[in-house]
Nanobody, 124 residues
Framework: QVQLVESGGGLVQPGGSLRLSCAAS????????MGWFRQAPGKDREFLAR????????FLADPVKGRFTISRDTAKNTVYLQINTLKPEDTAVYYC?????????????????WGQGTQVTVSS
């Protein structure tokens, strides 16, 4: 089992920034690539970013390139999602997830472990 706990969400004004954290524990976390997703009310879960097991390779979905950055601290078993220039449409619950699959994995069903999510609300 892998346990994932997200933190760092909150209420932010448009144009602001947030750094979300995902602390991982349990089975050898270094064996898993990590991803970030979000889900807004009434919408499907949306893939945002993925980072490799070593942290050396990162992939971002096209809609968030330029504003989002994914990183990983393997010593702390923590994955981060930096979000800049926040917009109201970024309002959603943000989830981190772990997958043992190799490659650019963007479908939620291919991630076997999920955190509980952290709410991000962008509003003035």
């Amino acid at each position: 089992q892998v346990q994932l706990v997200e933190s760092g969400g909150g209420l932010v004004q448009p144009g602001g920034s947030l750094r979300l954290s995902c602390a991982a524990s349990g089975r050898t976390v270094s064996n898993y690539a990590m991803g970030w997703f979000r889900q807004a009310p009434g919408k499907d879960r949306e893939f945002l970013a993925r980072i490799s097991r070593s942290g050396e390779n990162a992939f971002l979905a096209d809609p968030v390139k330029g504003r989002f950055t994914i990183s990983r601290d393997t010593a702390k078993n923590t994955v981060y999602l930096q979000i800049n220039t926040l917009k109201p449409e970024d309002t959603a619950v943000y989830y981190c997830a772990a997958t043992s699959m190799l490659g650019i994995i963007t479908r939620p069903e291919n991630y076997g472990y999920w955190g509980q999510g952290t709410q991000v609300t962008v509003s003035s």
